[in-house]
């Protein structure tokens, strides 16, 4: 270490390569997965890296590696464990079907039925949802293309979707 200190770059390379083992073997006595420990590797070669001017030629230079690595260790344990109570790992049971049949599109019934019903609405709101629903649209592209506010199309969306319930529902008398 002290001839990297006074930058010879090849005694430094060996250093790094010769004190992987022993890094190794200090992570895995805390940490258990495999990507862990490399993980936990790296960051403490990083560590080294950056404070290797901290080293004192005068004194032994594996307590000063150890006090380093058990630092780095300890601190990525306590990340890992603050990370894993705030996230949920997920499992396979957790991941979308990829399979063809669940990603056809929606039957939303009777179709002759809901375009009847969306011309019944008043015309805002029919703009509305069909700009948005039907055309699936962004706001702003609604907005332009309509000259209402996002706010007023937000609004006219709402209500038309609680008015198209009641009449796909029966819930409104059919004229």
């Known amino acids: 270490m002290a001839r990297a200190q006074d930058g010879d770059q090849a005694a430094y390379r060996r250093l790094l390569r010769e004190i992987l083992p022993y890094l ?13 420990v490399e993980d936990a ?33 300890i601190d990525r344990l306590r990340s890992l464990k603050r ?17 063809d049949e669940t990603n056809r599109e929606t039957d ?23 700009l948005l629903k039907l055309q699936e649209k962004s706001l702003k592209e609604a907005a ?7 706010a007023a199309l937000k609004v006219a969306t709402h209500r038309a979707m609680i ?4 009449i796909l529902s029966g819930g409104e008398n059919r004229s």
């Open 163 to 166: 008015s198209l319930r009641k």
């Open 83 to 99: 990370t894993r109570g705030r996230e949920t790992l997920l499992e396979p049971e957790h991941e979308t079907n990829l399979a």
């Open 41 to 73: 590797v790296q960051d403490t070669l990083l560590t080294i890296h950056a404070v290797r001017n901290t080293y004192d030629p005068a004194r032994p230079f594996k307590p000063w590696l150890a006090a380093i690595a058990r630092r780095r260790a």
């Open 24 to 36: 190794r073997t200090v992570m895995r006595s805390f940490h258990r997965p495999s990507a862990d």
């Open 108 to 130: 939303y019934g009777d179709e002759r039925a809901l375009r009847a019903a969306v011309e019944r609405l008043p015309p805002g709101q029919r703009q509305a949802v069909t």
């Open 144 to 150: 332009l293309e309509s000259g209402m506010s996002v």
